[in-house]
């Protein structure tokens, strides 16, 4: 059992997409006799694509805090069972949000710092030592390479399968939340209703007023799209994800620009055209030489240009073909 290895080395092998396919192909038809935790995990690197280092390396607590999330919002929040017992991982939330009186009716984005940090450290040892390796034996070391050991943590993609994660994105999210819900109904016959919409609804979108006032303080008070001078009330001033959230599904603030309301509503779920991308990674090099903004805003500590591009370039294989620019 792969969770019984305290580290695994990422496979040297070079990779092709049909080498790839394969293991995700095989995992996905072995999924009936495995654990919903392996589903989180891939949840949670699905989430975290964007925010890997130059060595496509993440924390344990970049991947902890994502799967915690899905785990608190299917287990708290919508009261289902990830198994014959609320155990594991799943035991140490519901101890947690016990210990800690936290509404039941809160998603985990809606709860306080102190909170998220508590629920975090009471389930970390568990996901150390029982989610962080779940995947590393299902893909023989193709997906990630992982270390859990005190003094030498670290997580690692596969070069290739980080490409592939990037390029077919949505499909594979679309099959990891299908089998999770279709996992998660065998242990709750009756909430079989909507169950794939639980699953996927767990990225909540975030308030984004934070990020309007450090745009507006460091750049001219206008459209990034067309230019047009911007009313800095909140109704008029809008922040947009230059990526599409429902691609991301994270606000990184190197994704984010200032908008005008009809920019906004008319780009709508669009990918804006080539011109703008060159515009944003330029503004983005102002940002990243910010201490105190990268001290406040971690995206920004792993940012670099490349990652941007690389975005962009595979939105359009991911269902997002059409390029917008004002008035089109």
């Known amino acids: 059992m792969s969770w ?3 580290h695994g080395p990422v496979s040297f092998r070079s990779l092709q997409e049909e080498d790839i396919w394969y293991q995700f192909t095989w995992f996905f038809y072995k999924s009936k006799k495995t654990q919903t935790y392996k589903f989180g995990l891939l949840k949670a690197l699905l989430e975290n694509l964007y925010n890997t280092d130059y060595h496509l390396e993440l924390t344990y607590n970049q991947i902890g805090y ?16 990830q198994g014959n ?25 809606q709860l306080q710092m102190n909170d998220q940090i508590y629920v975090l450290e009471k389930a970390g040892p568990v996901m150390k030592k029982y989610v962080f390796g779940a995947l590393y034996s299902d893909f023989e070391g193709k997906l990630y390479g992982f270390d859990r050991r005190k003094h030498s943590e670290y997580f690692r993609f596969h070069p290739e399968a980080h490409i592939f994660l990037l390029k077919y994105q949505r499909l594979i999210t679309d099959l990891v939340n299908y089998h999770l819900a279709k996992m998660i109904e065998q242990y709750n016959p009756v909430s079989k209703d909507f169950l794939l919409e639980k ?3 767990i990225a909540q979108r975030e308030s984004l007023s934070p990020y309007r006032e450090i745009l507006l303080s460091r750049f001219e ?10 009313n800095t009330s909140n109704a008029q ?15 990184n603030i190197w994704n984010l620009v200032l908008s005008c309301r009809t ?5 709508s779920d669009k990918v804006p055209e080539n011109y703008y991308l060159d515009q944003l990674v330029e503004r983005n090099e102002y940002l990243k030489v910010e201490e105190a903004l990268i001290h406040e805003d971690r995206s920004l500590y792993n940012y670099h240009s490349e990652k941007l591009k690389l975005l ?11 390029r917008w620019s004002p008035g089109r």
């Open 4 to 6: 019984e290895i305290s």
């Open 312 to 322: 962009y370039q595979y939105s359009e294989q991911n269902g997002f073909e059409e």
């Open 263 to 267: 920019c906004n509503l008319n780009k």
């Open 66 to 81: 994502a799967f915690v999330k899905t785990y608190w919002n299917l287990v708290v929040r919508h009261g289902l069972k």
């Open 85 to 109: 017992q609320n155990s594991g991982v799943a035991g140490a939330i519901v101890k947690a949000q016990q210990e800690k009186q936290i509404p039941v009716t809160l998603s985990f984005d």
């Open 199 to 201: 699953v996927e609804s």
């Open 237 to 251: 001033t809008h922040v947009d994800h230059f990526i599409p959230w429902s691609l991301v599904q994270s606000d």
């Open 221 to 230: 008070n206008q459209c990034f799209y067309c230019g047009k001078a911007l």
